[in-house]
């Protein structure tokens, strides 16, 4: 069985600190058994190396998340990268042509998808692993789970099963009747009690019927071909597109805890602590969290059930309850983000400011990991000057290689070829200057450190490194 882990989103539901490139799967908000802070991302990549599914997953995801993901859960994970955002249904059949064509599936796989940002126990991977078994028993066209619910909530979407089988390992699943989507309270308790389970954002199937799919739609099944012309298959949900119309469909029901930690009265729940960052929550605030990305601190005095939110994108004061409306609110607003995660560390934007005569100035703050680099590029629109504040690591400017330190300056004009190598934390203030300030003004030449010491090998013993 292939699993595919979709990560997408916009990053709305949980802003300021999610943004167009730090969706919700990326913020370190939960404590692991270590009682470290990690992302949703890390976690499901945690318990999918504990339940052995780890070496046959891959993960869906678009351009801007790229970076991210390689910074956080590593740079060797298989990535398919969508060549431009839709919805699930083409970013699966994306998926279904890679395995197709590069990681020799044969079309009796069975190909498991699920979200990368739901919150479950480690019992639900062993759940997983009964899918394939189910399908082939049940000659189902699809195969789901369900989570069974514990309240009636109107989030989440839920599967109307029929009467439940028994396979011959004694595992329950059941025929699905129907679909209702995030119904109404009172409807949603009708639901509950009718045995309804809520529907996990899983979805099984064999290769071939999906692949069957685009071909009846005259869509190619190689992969390279489909990238050329993904902008043909529908935007829209694999929900509406596939499940709503497949004839045989099961559901296999999970008994463990599951939660869509989409918006902060959710996330919250799940949070070990009502501090993070810097500030105060005074002992008379009941059921209130602050989450403080900024250096200045945040104080909350005698109010409850809030959320306080500050990052470099902006400040959220909301009712817990009021919480999930934000992404109404903020669907028009256009900014750049304002701090991302890289492969490398990470930037925050510290100022920008813009002259009547159209000169801009962005100042930002990076922090690059020991070990790490950054490409080795050049900016057409711009110059930069690098002021490092600590840390120390390696620099090439036009091919000539140096060391960098605590209080050094560097000057890098427009069209100069440079990068730099963290030895140790490096962390320095970027000011870029020009008329275009944006993130594509950069032509990369090399990504890889060794490949750039190899190119300048007869630099490096040089008397200036």
């Given at each position: 069985?292939?699993?595919?882990?979709?990560?997408?989103?916009?990053?709305?539901?949980?802003?300021?600190?999610?943004?167009?490139?730090?969706?919700?799967?990326?913020?370190?908000?939960?404590?692991?058994?270590?009682?470290?802070l990690e992302s949703m991302i890390q976690r499901v990549w945690r318990q999918l190396h504990s339940a052995q599914l780890a070496n046959n997953t891959h993960i869906v995801t678009n351009k801007a998340q790229v970076d991210m993901i390689q910074n956080q859960i590593g740079t060797g994970i298989p990535l398919i990268v969508e060549p431009e955002r839709?919805?699930?249904?083409?970013?699966?059949?994306?998926?279904?042509?890679?395995?197709?064509?590069?990681?020799?599936?044969?079309?009796?796989?069975?190909?498991?998808?699920?979200?990368?940002?739901?919150?479950?126990?480690?019992?639900?991977?062993?759940?997983?692993?009964?899918?394939?078994?189910?399908?082939?028993?049940?000659?189902?066209?699809?195969?789901?789970i369900g989570a069974y619910p514990s309240y009636p909530s109107e989030k989440y979407g839920y599967i109307v099963p029929r009467h439940p089988t028994l396979n011959e390992h004694r595992m329950p699943y059941m025929t699905v009747q129907k679909f209702i989507e995030k119904p109404h309270k009172e409807e949603a308790q009708k639901l509950i009690e009718q045995k309804a389970l809520w529907n996990c954002g899983v979805f099984a199937f064999t290769l071939d019927y999906l692949l069957g799919l685009l071909s009846d739609s005259g869509l190619p099944l190689q992969y390279e071909e489909l990238v050329k012309r993904y902008a043909e298959l529908p935007a829209t949900s694999f929900d509406y597109e596939v499940v709503e119309k497949a004839g045989h469909i099961v559901v296999i029901p999970y008994e463990g805890e599951w939660r869509d930690l989409g918006t902060w009265n959710t996330l919250t729940e799940k949070m070990d602590t009502h501090l993070i960052g810097k500030g105060v929550v005074s002992i008379d605030s009941s059921n209130t969290h602050l989450i403080n990305e900024l250096e200045i601190p945040v104080a909350i005095l005698g109010l409850s059930n809030i959320v306080v939110v500050s990052s470099p994108d902006g400040i959220l004061v909301s009712d817990k309850s009021a919480s999930p409306r934000i992404k109404e609110i903020m669907q028009n607003m256009r900014q750049r983000p304002m701090y991302e995660e890289r492969r490398w560390g990470w930037y925050r934007v510290l100022d920008y400011q813009k002259s009547e005569d159209g000169k801009e100035v962005l100042t930002k703050r990076l922090n690059i990991l020991a070990g790490k680099n950054l490409s080795y590029q050049m900016h057409l629109k711009r110059t930069e000057v690098w002021t490092i504040i600590s840390g120390e690591g390696e620099f090439i400017l036009n091919g000539k290689w140096s060391r960098i330190k605590q209080g050094d300056v560097l000057q890098i004009p427009i069209?100069?070829?440079?990068?730099?190598?963290?030895?140790?934390?490096?962390?320095?203030?970027?000011?870029?200057?020009?008329?275009?300030?944006?993130?594509?003004?950069?032509?990369r030449f090399c990504m890889i450190w060794e490949e750039m010491e190899k190119a300048y090998e007869h630099l490096l013993h040089a008397p200036f490194y």
């Open positions: 069985m292939k699993l595919i882990l979709l990560s997408g989103g916009s990053g709305k539901r949980l802003w300021p600190l999610s943004n167009a490139s730090r969706a919700k799967q990326f913020l370190r908000m939960i404590k692991n058994e270590d009682t470290k839709r919805d699930t249904f083409p970013a699966i059949a994306l998926a279904a042509s890679y395995l197709y064509t590069f990681a020799e599936a044969s079309l009796d796989e069975i190909v498991c998808v699920l979200p990368v940002d739901a919150y479950v126990e480690n019992c639900f991977f062993e759940r997983m692993k009964k899918i394939e078994e189910t399908i082939l028993e049940s000659g189902a066209t699809l195969a789901l069209g100069a070829r440079h990068a730099a190598k963290a030895t140790s934390d490096l962390e320095l203030i970027e000011v870029q200057i020009g008329n275009e300030l944006i993130e594509e003004d950069i032509v």
